[in-house]
């Protein structure tokens, strides 16, 4: 079955810096990948689509990566800051429909 | 924020009573899903629908059903709640062919539902 990793530790860095979150995924070739953010007691929020043709995408201070090859993509926030404090989902269509399989999420920290 | 709602947002109940969650959207978009969320597991979908009383199973739809008899309106239904159906459940909407980058399959959440099955 289809099966999206991503770190379950809590990745803590300091504002200013580049943010560096994982998401892995085996036995699916998707024709694309999405990052939602999670605010505690709120539902997700859509941040970037990548399709498999696209090597990397960005939006402000967002970048995402997508390797099909190694099955992973790595999402970046650049020049972080306290309000980027979340936790990030990663998200792939594994049959179609736009039925998404969710990552179980990063909890990112940003502080001051 | 997308017009999605969720009622109710807090309920707790008895094991073996039945629930039903409302999910109601005015944005008109023809998916719709339910996803329960738990620590460790993330969210997994449980039904979907693509239209009006078009509806289907997702990955972990045991114990659930669901009805859409309008547009705007999802039902999740507990027919006889057990203490492993304690979850934040999580509608969402979509609509293939909106126009924009990125916005063919986003899925838009409402706020979730905190259910609690004693």
């Known amino acids: 079955s289809q099966k999206i990793e991503q770190n379950s530790e809590a990745l803590n860095i300091q504002e200013g810096k580049t943010a560096t979150l994982t998401c892995n995924y085996t036995?699916?070739?998707?024709?694309?990948l999405q990052w939602y953010r999670q605010d505690p007691g709120r539902g997700p929020v859509f941040l970037l689509l990548?399709?498999?043709?696209?090597k990397e995408k960005r939006k402000e201070r967002l970048k995402v990566t997508f390797d099909t090859t190694l099955k992973q993509s790595l999402f970046h926030i650049t020049a972080s800051q306290p309000a980027d404090s979340a936790t990030y989902l990663c998200a792939l269509d594994v049959s179609g429909g736009n039925k998404l399989t969710f990552g179980t999420g990063t909890q990112l920290k940003v502080e001051l | 924020d997308a017009g999605i709602t969720q009622s109710p947002r807090h309920k707790v109940t008895e094991t073996g009573t039945p629930v039903t969650l409302r999910c109601h959207q005015t944005e008109n978009h023809r998916y719709m899903y339910w996803y329960r969320q738990d620590p460790g597991h993330g969210l997994r979908l449980i039904h979907y629908?693509?239209?009006?009383?078009?509806?289907d199973k997702g990955e972990v739809s045991d114990g659930y059903s669901v009805s859409r008899s309008k547009t705007e309106d999802f039902l999740l239904t507990l027919e006889s709640a057990t203490s492993s159906q304690t979850s934040v459940y999580f509608c969402?909407?979509?609509?293939?062919?909106?126009?924009?980058?990125?916005?063919?399959?986003?899925?838009?959440f409402g706020p979730g539902t905190r259910l609690t099955v004693l």
């Open positions: 969402a909407i979509s609509d293939p062919g909106l126009a924009g980058e990125g916005s063919y399959n986003e899925q838009f």
């Open positions: 629908s693509y239209g009006v009383k078009d509806t």
């Open positions: 036995n699916y070739s998707p024709a694309y």
């Open positions: 990548i399709r498999e043709n696209e």
